[in-house]
């Protein structure tokens, strides 16, 4: 399936630590202010912004309060950049914000390949040009003790030798320089095949995908399943008895039992 959610997983984790009363600063490179807002609106109230004129009154006006709680953050806890901007300049913005309005809990810089460097010396290397940028990112992190949620791409086909595999971080688009850059690194995947053993295609309104923890400096490695509700880029927990399946079928380690998680 082609990609999906890596955008939706960082703007979800950036709500939630908001709604928790964290501050934090966004850059959403491929969206503006009012789209990311619109869309953390719908993802918090499971409401597709474009069916309004076609919803109860009662779940419209959920999801307008929602929004105007969201445009409420922007300036005391969320503040949005959507211009565009080089890497040096994003990285000179945050710690000027940091001077200015304290310290923020997150960054979000959504997505790496976005990104460019303000340096003529990277034409036509842009698999140098993002190994820098990844770690002028890395350093700004460090630098004011800040976690920094950037989003990258994956470059594979969804098979190899005729066999639908999970990715690694070999598969990251652009350079091996990126995933030295970070200290964590989730991998999303949408398996050929669900928990039950039903076939995934892309005309589904709800898939379910692995958030696989490929690179972890301080703790363990692994996977879990999710559902991934496309229309309001949700993901969600899946209940345990979701999980039953039948003896001997594709998904468990040992292909016996349940889909282990």
Known sequence: ????????????????????????????????????????AGTATRINARTLNTL????????????????????????????????ETLCARVEDHVRQHGRVDFVVVDHLHELYSSSNKFRGQREQELGFIAKEL?????????????PTQLNRAPTKDGIHRRPTMQDIRGSGEIEAAYDRLLILHVPKEDMRGSEQTENQARIMMEIIQAKSRNGPKGHREFWFDRPFTAFLDIRDHEFERKPNTPGGPANAGGYKR
């Open 138 to 150: 890395k350093k700004t992190a460090k630098r004011l003790n800040i976690p920094f949620f950037v």
């Open 56 to 87: 109860p009154k009662d779940m419209a006006e959920r999801y307008r309060q929602a929004l105007e709680v969201r445009r409420n953050w922007i300036g005391k806890r969320l503040w949005i950049y959507d211009d565009p901007i080089k890497a």
């Open 1 to 40: 399936l082609p990609s999906v959610g890596k955008s939706a997983l960082v703007r979800q984790a950036a709500d939630r630590f908001l709604e928790d009363g964290k501050k934090g600063l966004v850059f959403p490179l491929e969206t503006g202010i009012g789209k990311w807002l619109e869309m953390s």
